[in-house]
């Protein structure tokens, strides 16, 4: 049972591995999101002789590239929602919130979660195509004046005053 801890953000993440008990497989460490690190990672982790679980937080975007790339390898990954994490972290009583202790208390998260952590699956196809069609409808706006503009369905300007 090996729960590795990734703190995403944008351009690196910071990975923490810990087997129950507390006992340290590897200290936090950096790695940048580039082909031959996320290769080297997943070197390692596919080499520890135990079960391993790779749990992230949700990060908007950003965990993205490196949750593709480890699923694509044949890990396990587990995306925990961001609420939910905060939750966990206020338990104790420490405050202390850097990357090291982040990817600390996620993976002490993995450990403490393990039976019923969920391996992440890819949206269906639908839910993509949603997503896809909602980014390309322009975003509500103020013009220069303050006043409130959005747009119709033809993607004309309106007025959007109450």
């Not at 990975?15 to 950096?30: M, T, W």
């Not at 070197?43 to 520890?48: A, D, E, I, P």
Request: proline share 4%.
């Amino acid at each position: 049972m090996i729960s590795v801890g990734i703190d995403v953000s944008k351009e690196k993440s910071t990975i923490c591995i810990l087997k129950p008990y507390g006992e340290i497989v590897s200290k936090p460490f950096e790695v940048c999101h580039t082909e031959k690190e996320l290769s080297e990672l997943t070197s390692m982790l596919l080499r520890l002789n135990d079960d391993v679980r790779v749990v992230m937080e949700a990060t908007g975007i950003y965990h993205l590239p490196v949750l593709c790339y480890l699923k694509e390898k044949g890990l396990f990954v587990a995306v925990v929602n961001p609420f939910e994490m905060k939750e966990y972290r206020c338990q104790g009583l420490r405050r202390v919130k850097t990357d090291k202790q982040d990817a600390v208390t996620i993976s002490n998260y993995g450990i403490d979660h393990w039976y019923r952590l969920k391996e992440y699956e890819p949206e269906e196809s639908i839910y993509a195509e949603l997503k896809l069609f909602r980014s390309t409808v322009p975003p509500l706006y103020a013009d220069a004046s303050g006043k409130r503009v959005g747009t119709d369905s033809s993607f004309g300007l309106y007025d959007a005053r109450d």
